[in-house]
């Protein structure tokens, strides 16, 4: 009882949702991937693109919620993220339009 | 707009105002995010499998606008849960009332009137398909 750790373990509950997030942008980046896979150079560039988000995400999200004090919240990471998403919704609409041509 | 865009990126302008609460009521609204994140992420997920996995559909790109329109939703999704993560976090230090939202709602009847559109889709399929 003296370590002062949370009886809620929410900086361990925080790590985890991170955890599951990190793990959807991954789902989203291989279907992104397969989608984009047709052999020609735009199609790779934009999987290239997927890719780098992808590794930006998981470099910038896997130091968030550990530890078990009290944690580091807020900071620049959760707009980065959101960015990181809206960059791989718009390269997803860029390949569909890209089989309408 | 811009104003509030640079807001979300600035931690000292957020951390000037009120007193800094309990930080498990920070970690709270965050998992929210992560959560609201999580929801928008399975929509631009859901567009990308749509493009890829629905057969050719008999009306022309239809297939091609549910994908981009599922897409454009998971991108709002994404930005509205860092917006109110930000004013959530505000009101804690702040000691206000947490915003109020219909974003839920309204979601929740999109998804709701897009989930009816397919049922009746594949009921006529299946009556006028055979």
Redesign the interface.
């Known amino acids: 009882m003296s370590t002062g750790r949370d009886p809620g373990l929410q900086p361990e509950r925080t790590r985890l949702a991170w955890r599951r997030t990190l793990l959807t942008v991954t789902v989203v980046t291989v279907l992104a991937v397969r989608l984009a896979s047709t052999g020609d150079p735009t199609g790779a560039l934009i999987a290239g693109g997927t890719v780098v988000v992808w590794g930006a995400l998981l470099v910038l999200c896997w130091p968030r919620g550990t530890g078990t004090g009290p944690a580091r919240t807020g900071g620049r990471t959760l707009p980065l993220v959101t960015a990181g998403t809206v960059v791989l919704a718009l390269l997803g609409v860029l390949l569909v339009l890209r089989g309408l041509g | 707009m811009w104003e509030a ?1 640079r807001r ?2 600035d ?1 000292a302008e ?2 000037s105002v009120g007193e800094t609460p309990d ?2 009521f ?6 929210t ?3 609201w ?2 929801t ?3 929509l ?2 859901g ?3 749509a ?2 996995f629905l057969p050719p559909l008999p009306m022309s ?1 239809l297939r ?1 606008v549910i ?2 329109a599922l ?2 939703l ?2 709002a999704v ?2 509205r ?2 917006d109110h ?1 930000a004013r959530t ?1 505000r009101a804690i230090r702040l000691g206000q009332e947490l915003p109020a939202s219909r974003f839920p709602a309204i979601l929740a009847l999109a998804v709701g009137v897009g989930a009816l559109l397919l049922v009746g889709a594949v009921l006529l399929r299946a009556v006028g398909g055979r």
């Not at chain 2, 920070?26 to 998992?31: D, G, I, K, V």
Request: charged share 15%; glycine share 12%.
């Open positions: 865009i979300w990126f931690p957020r951390g930080y498990r920070s970690l709270a609204n965050e998992r995010f992560l959560a994140l999580r928008g992420l399975a631009v997920g567009g990308l499998a493009a890829q790109h091609e994908a981009v897409l454009l998971g991108a994404a930005i849960a860092v993560w976090e």
